[in-house]
DNA sequence: GTATACTTTCAGTAATCTCTGAAAGATCGG
DNA sequence: CCGATCTTTCAGAGATTACTGAAAGTATAC
C-alpha cells in the first residue's frame, strides 16, 4: 500500500535513473556543443564531469561514453588547457582523476575569454587592417572618394565599432566572472 | 612631382586594391564562421555581401569566391530563410539579386534569436526534464536523497540558472536592436 | 636496474560535412 | 504552346574532422 505513492526506490533503480538523466543531459550538451564549434567529444567529456560532481579517471569516462582511450586522453587534455577541468591526484592512487570547475559562471568566463582572443581580436585585427589598405595615403584622394570604396569603408567601421564593443562586453563578463557574476547580469536585466 | 606625395589613382588599380581588401575581410569572416559552427562559405557569401554593400547576382558571388552554382544557391538561400541577406528583383532584369541587411546590430539580433531558440530552448528543456527525472516523486524520497543525486540535481540546477540568465540577456540583445541597440550596451558599459 | 600501472601519441581508418555539376524545375516573353 | 534564361535540387565525389588501437613514453615501487 506505500508502494502506490511511494516509486520503488532501491539504490540500483535510483542509481540506474541517475544515469539516465545524466545521460541525457551529455546528449543535449554534445549536440549543443557541435552547433557552437565545439567538437560532440569534448563538450560530451565536459557535460559528464560536470554533471556527475566528482572526480573520474580517463577509464571511467571511456567507459561512460564509449570511447577509445586516445580520444578520452586527448579529449581530456584539450579540456584541461582550456582550463575547464582539472587534474586531481588522489593519495596512495597511480592513476589521474579529472573534476570539472564547479561554478557554470567560471567556465563561461574562461571559455569568452579564450574565445574572444582566438576570434575577436583576429577579426579586428584584420578590419582595421582592410580600412588602413582603404584610406586616402594608399589610394590617393580622388579613388578614396569613389562611391564603391566609401560603401565598403562604411561597412567595415560599423562591423568594426560592433566587434569592439561585444569585446568589451565579453571583457567584463570575464573580468567579473569570481567575484559573483550576478553583478552584471543584475544591471543588465534591471536596466532595461 | 606630384605623385610622389600622392599614390598612383587610377580607377583600375584603386578597384584591384578595393578587391583585395574585401577578400582579406572576406577570408577571415569565413574562418570565424567555422569556428562558430557556421560553414566557411555561407559566411564568406555574407561578408561578400555585407562588404561590398551592393546587390550581388548568383553568378557575381560565383566568380567571386570561386564556387559552384549548387553551392552558392544553397547558401544563398539558408542565409535568406535566417533573414540575415534579401532577395531583390532589378526591374527589367531576369535573375534575382542579393542585399545584405545594413546594420550589423540587426544582423547579430537576428542570427541570436534563431540560435536562442534553435538551442539554448531545448537545452532548458532538457534540463528540466532531467530534474524532474530525478525528484523525489520519481525516486521516493529516501532515493532522492542520495548524495550523488543530490549533487548532480544541484549542478543541473546551476545549469539552469546559467541558461535562463543568458537567455534572457539574448531576449534583452533581439527586443532592442532595431530601436538603437545602443542603449544596452552603454548600461551594460557605464554599470560596471 | 626491472616490472607494473598508467598516459600520450599518431598513422591509418571511419564518419561527417561540404561542394560540384548536371538534370530537373521554374518563370517569362512572344 | 515553345524557347530562353535563370534557379533549385541532389547523387556522388572530395575534403575535412574525429576516432581507434597499438606502440612508445612516463612514472613509481621495489
Known amino acids: 500500500m506505500t508502494q502506490t505513492l511511494e516509486p520503488a526506490a532501491s539504490p540500483v533503480d535510483a542509481r540506474q535513473k541517475l544515469f539516465n538523466a545524466q545521460d541525457t543531459f551529455i546528449r543535449r550538451w554534445g549536440e549543443m556543443g557541435q552547433t557552437w564549434g565545439i567538437n560532440r567529444t569534448m563538450a560530451e567529456i565536459h557535460a559528464l564531469l560536470y554533471i556527475t560532481a566528482q572526480p573520474l579517471c580517463t577509464d571511467d569516462v571511456m567507459e561512460r561514453l564509449h570511447i577509445s582511450r586516445g580520444n578520452a586522453?586527448?579529449?581530456?587534455?584539450?579540456?584541461?588547457?582550456?582550463?575547464?577541468?582539472?587534474?586531481?591526484?588522489?593519495?596512495?592512487?597511480?592513476?589521474?582523476?579529472?573534476?570539472?570547475?564547479?561554478?557554470?559562471?567560471?567556465?563561461?568566463?574562461?571559455?569568452?575569454?579564450?574565445?574572444?582572443?582566438?576570434?575577436?581580436?583576429?577579426?579586428?585585427?584584420?578590419?582595421?587592417?582592410?580600412?588602413?589598405?582603404?584610406?586616402?595615403?594608399?589610394?590617393g584622394k580622388t579613388a578614396a572618394r569613389l562611391p564603391e570604396i566609401q560603401a565598403t569603408r562604411q561597412r567595415l567601421e560599423g562591423m568594426q565599432e560592433f566587434v569592439e564593443v561585444?569585446?568589451?562586453?565579453?571583457?567584463?563578463?570575464?573580468?567579473n566572472a569570481r567575484s559573483g557574476l550576478n553583478r552584471i547580469v543584475r544591471v543588465l536585466l534591471k536596466a532595461l
Open 166 to 175: 561585444t569585446n568589451k562586453i565579453f571583457q567584463q563578463f570575464v573580468s
Open 73 to 139: 586522453s586527448m579529449n581530456l587534455r584539450a579540456l584541461c588547457d582550456w582550463g575547464i577541468i582539472r587534474r586531481l591526484h588522489k593519495r596512495g592512487e597511480r592513476r589521474e582523476y579529472f573534476e570539472s570547475l564547479s561554478d557554470v559562471w567560471e567556465i563561461f568566463s574562461i571559455i569568452a575569454a579564450e574565445r574572444k582572443r582566438r576570434e575577436m581580436d583576429p577579426v579586428l585585427e584584420t578590419i582595421k587592417q582592410c580600412r588602413s589598405m582603404l584610406d586616402e595615403s594608399h589610394l
